[in-house]
Nanobody, 124 residues
Framework: VQLQASGGGLVQPGGSLRLSCAVS????????LGWFRQAPGKERERVSC????????YYADSVQGRFTISRDNAKNTVYPQMNRLQSDDTAVYYC??????????????????WGKGTLVTVSS
């Protein structure tokens, strides 16, 4: 199983960025996908997750209304569209995949598979 995140970089405050994560080795129709981030000196936190059928989504309070998660199962890819970026959004962003079971939380730290991360820096 491989998850390859890309799209990170330097962006000015108030700007936008779209990350992508290519997933291989699992049938995406059965897997929830999500994004987590870890800022320097801080613990990893949940950002956003999406169920296989896109019926359920999770957003952290800190990104609600600014980030939108989507997935394209035909392309084996999950995206977060990140708008109105702030300096607090600076972090390494990780994508993750988890076999979906609606009786468990959609977005939690015990996801089955993780990518290596891509750095997003919000600075002027």
């Amino acid at each position: 199983v491989q998850l390859q995140a890309s799209g990170g970089g330097l962006v000015q405050p108030g700007g936008s960025l779209r990350l992508s994560c290519a997933v291989s080795g699992v049938p995406l129709d059965d897997y929830a996908l999500g994004w987590f981030r870890q800022a320097p000196g801080k613990e990893r936190e949940r950002v956003s997750c999406i169920s296989p059928s896109e019926g359920n989504t999770y957003y952290a309070d800190s990104v609600q209304g600014r980030f939108t998660i989507s997935r394209d199962n035909a392309k084996n890819t999950v995206y977060p569209q990140m708008n109105r970026l702030q300096s607090d959004d600076t972090a390494v962003y990780y994508c993750a995949a988890d076999y979906y079971d609606s009786s468990f939380p959609l977005c939690y730290y015990g996801m089955d598979y993780w990518g290596k991360g891509t750095l997003v820096t919000v600075s002027s």
